[in-house]
């Protein structure tokens, strides 16, 4: 696994927020397609020509999101960075702290990004603020 360094993870900000929008975006595209299909599958009585097109349509565009959303996933996962709760944008890039594996808790929607970390030993739900040695 690789560990990064503060620096490298600032650095890596604009790519990190890039994909993780386009993780979001997929599966947002992912759970859409879902209830179209189950709505059509679950229409009463036998289905008409426009239903099954519908069908066909949204089980294409469900793959696809589907393989976009792997893809972009891969990306993150080739970096060693953990995609912690993909629909509120928060991914978990990995550090070393007291010699224990730790993780930048990189948050999408804070304007700071790269404000908390934990041990990966601490419950998932823990942030604890970053201190100026570690960002140095």
Aim: proline share 4%; hydrophobic share 40%.
């Amino acid at each position: 696994m690789r560990l990064w360094t503060f620096e490298q993870s600032r650095a890596a900000v604009p790519y990190i927020a890039s994909v993780l929008r386009s993780i979001r975006e997929h599966l947002l595209e992912i759970q859409s397609q879902q209830r179209l299909l189950t709505l059509l599958e679950e229409k009463p009585g036998r289905p008409d020509r426009l239903t099954l097109i519908g069908q066909d349509e949204a089980r294409k565009a469900l793959s696809r999101a589907k393989d976009e959303y792997r893809k972009a996933v891969a990306e993150l996962a080739e970096l060693d960075i953990a995609i912690h709760d993909p629909l509120q944008g928060i991914a978990l890039i990995p550090f070393a702290q007291d010699e224990q594996l730790a993780w930048f808790v990189y948050d999408l929607h804070d304007q700071a990004s790269l404000r908390f970390w934990r041990y990966h030993s601490d419950s998932d739900d823990t942030r604890r603020r970053l201190t100026s040695s570690q960002t140095r």
